[in-house]
T-cell receptor
Framework: DAKTTQPNSMESNEEEPVHLPCNHS???????IHWYRQLPSQGPEYVIH???SNVNNRMASLAIAEDRKSSTLILHRATLRDAAVYYC???????????FGKGTTLSVSS | EPEVTQTPSHQVTQMGQEVILRCVPI?????FYWYRQILGQKVEFLVS????????KSEIFDDQFSVERPDGSNFTLKIRSTKLEDSAMYFC???????????FGPGTRLTVL
C-alpha cells in the first residue's frame, strides 16, 4: 500500500476553517484518497474520498493536488465535535482493507 | 439511519479462554471486516469477508482467529485461546458492494486477564 504522511497534531479554534494536509508522493494512478476520522471512544467514521477532482460533501471538502501527490481535507467551520483523529488512507478498490496510519489529532478550542 | 451494532460492549476473559465477538452489519451490505485497536495505538486491519469466505487477512489474523456468518444477520469473530496481547478494542465494519465507504460499529472492548 502506498504510504501517506500527516502531521501528528493540529489545533484550531471553533468556527474557523481547518486544513488538514496529507502527502502521498508514491500514489498510484488507481489509488483513491480516503479520509476517515475517529472521535474519542468511537469507531472510525468515513468522511470523504476522491480520485482526481476536488470533492465536497456535507461534512467536508477534499482538495487534491494536480499531481495527486498531496491532498487537503477542509473543514469549513470547525466545531468542538470535530475534535478527532483524522486519517488519510489510499485504497484502490472498494471492498479491500483500510490501512490506518497514526493520523492527525485535531484539537478544537472554544 | 442504519448502523453497525456490536455485542458485548465490554468482554472480560481469562487468558486461554475462547471468546466470540458479535456484530450485526447493515442489512444490505455484503462486505464485512474486523479491525482492532490496542489502547493508544493505531487501528489495525484483521480480516475481510465476502460471499461467505475470507477475502483478505492480515498477519495478525493467525490460526487463533476465525470468522463466521452463522445466519443472515450476524458476523462473528472468534479467538480460540486468548492471550494478554489480544486485549484491545475490536471494531466490526461493513460496506455495500462497490462502495468505498465502510461503516464501523462502536466496538467491543476485550480485556484478557
Amino acid at each position: 500500500d502506498a504510504k501517506t504522511t500527516q502531521p501528528n497534531s493540529m489545533e484550531s479554534n471553533e468556527e474557523e476553517p481547518v486544513h488538514l494536509p496529507c502527502n502521498h508522493s508514491t500514489i498510484s494512478g488507481t489509488d483513491y484518497i480516503h479520509w476517515y476520522r475517529q472521535l474519542p471512544s468511537q469507531g472510525p467514521e468515513y468522511v470523504i474520498h476522491g480520485l482526481t477532482s476536488n470533492v465536497n460533501n456535507r461534512m467536508a471538502s477534499l482538495a487534491i493536488a494536480e499531481d495527486r501527490k498531496s491532498s487537503t481535507l477542509i473543514l469549513h467551520r470547525a466545531t468542538l465535535r470535530d475534535a478527532a483523529v483524522y486519517y488519510c488512507i489510499l485504497r484502490d478498490n472498494p471492498g479491500t482493507a483500510l490501512i490506518f496510519g497514526k493520523g492527525t489529532t485535531l484539537s478544537v478550542s472554544s | 439511519e442504519p448502523e453497525v451494532t456490536q455485542t458485548p460492549s465490554h468482554q472480560v476473559t481469562q487468558m486461554g479462554q475462547e471468546v466470540i465477538l458479535r456484530c450485526v452489519p447493515i442489512s444490505n451490505h455484503l462486505y464485512f471486516y474486523w479491525y482492532r485497536q490496542i489502547l493508544g495505538q493505531k487501528v489495525e486491519f484483521l480480516v475481510s469477508f465476502y460471499n461467505n469466505e475470507i477475502s483478505e487477512k492480515s498477519e495478525i489474523f493467525d490460526d487463533q482467529f476465525s470468522v463466521e456468518r452463522p445466519d443472515g444477520s450476524n458476523f462473528t469473530l472468534k479467538i480460540r485461546s486468548t492471550k494478554l496481547e489480544d486485549s484491545a478494542m475490536y471494531f466490526c465494519a461493513s460496506s455495500a458492494t462497490l462502495s468505498f465507504e465502510q461503516f464501523f460499529g462502536p466496538g467491543t472492548r476485550l480485556t484478557v486477564l
